[in-house]
């Protein structure tokens, strides 16, 4: 499971998941897409100083969106017969922990300031490293239509 912390970047808002990181699975790089533009809508409304109200609306959107998304992926695995759906499906739940974690932290006010930089580093890494295997067995197990 890829840990941000242990990778951090300045410049962590550089990342373009459709140029460096797209696996060439529409329907998945959509939904990388909308998570990654909830973190957008996130980091700016950080800066921003939004109500906690605001701060809490997108962190309950990114978690929903988060667990379709996690759930179309592993529902793929299954169905493909994905060796390593275990190990995926436990980095996800860790994702999804810790985004209702920050989701409690803003309403006792106790958000830090690197939220969004570490939830995006993490899904950089996820999709760059985990997501990447997956999506290489898909094409050997479908073929490049996938
Ligand atoms: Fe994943």
């Avoid at 995926?88 to 209702?100: E, G, K, L, M, S």
């Amino acid at each position: 499971m890829p840990n941000p912390d242990a990778t951090r970047s300045p410049s962590s808002a550089a990342f373009d998941p459709l140029q460096s990181y797209a696996l060439g699975i529409n329907e998945i790089d959509n939904h990388h897409r909308t998570l990654l533009a909830f973190i957008d809508q996130l980091e700016q409304a950080i800066r921003n100083e939004a109500h906690w109200l605001a701060l809490h609306d997108i962190l309950d959107k990114l978690h929903r969106w988060a667990e379709v998304h996690f759930a179309v992926e592993e529902s793929l695995m299954q169905i493909l017969g994905y060796p390593e759906l275990e190990m995926h499906r436990r980095a996800h739940q860790t994702f999804i922990v810790d985004i209702r974690r920050r989701r409690e932290n803003v309403v006792t006010n106790e958000l830090t300031a690197d939220t969004a930089a570490w939830l995006r580093k993490w899904l950089q890494l996820h999709i760059g490293i985990d997501d990447r295997n997956y999506a290489e067995f898909f094409r050997r197990v479908v073929g490049e239509g996938a």
